[in-house]
């Protein structure tokens, strides 16, 4: 199970960060990733982490503003968001599977199978 939590309302520039608890998984042996849905818009992959950690992927959109991460021990994946515009708003999704590649990162919505219900971001004057 995946719950979000962390989003809300900030004004252009400012920051949010977004938490993901993954009870009942056995994280270290997950990738994840973070992806958002506009209204009116498709969802969209946003931020990628693999199972060991090491490798990272960013929608272009977002590079240099958006940092994901994760802890095992607490079983947390955060996406810290800073610099945030309004284009950043949407329903944001976190994203799990177990993956037997150390490295990889999975950035379609089809790799993966276990969802959370989402955490709305409004960046708004």
């Known amino acids: 199970q995946l719950v979000e939590s962390g989003g809300g309302l900030v004004q252009p520039g400012g920051s949010l960060r977004l938490s993901c608890a993954t009870s009942g998984a056995n994280m270290p042996h997950f990738a994840f990733g973070w992806f958002r849905q506009a209204p009116g818009k498709e969802r969209e992959g946003v931020s990628f982490i693999s ?67 989402g955490t709305q971001v409004t960046v708004s004057a």
């Open 51 to 117: 199972q060991n950690d090491e490798n990272k992927d960013y929608l272009n959109s977002v590079k240099g503003r958006f940092s994901i991460s994760r802890d095992n021990d607490k079983k947390m994946v955060y996406l810290q968001m800073t610099g945030l515009k309004p284009e950043d708003t949407g329903i944001y999704y976190c994203a799990g599977r177990r993956s037997t590649w150390p490295r990889r990162v999975f950035t379609r919505q089809r790799d993966y199978d276990y969802w959370g219900q």
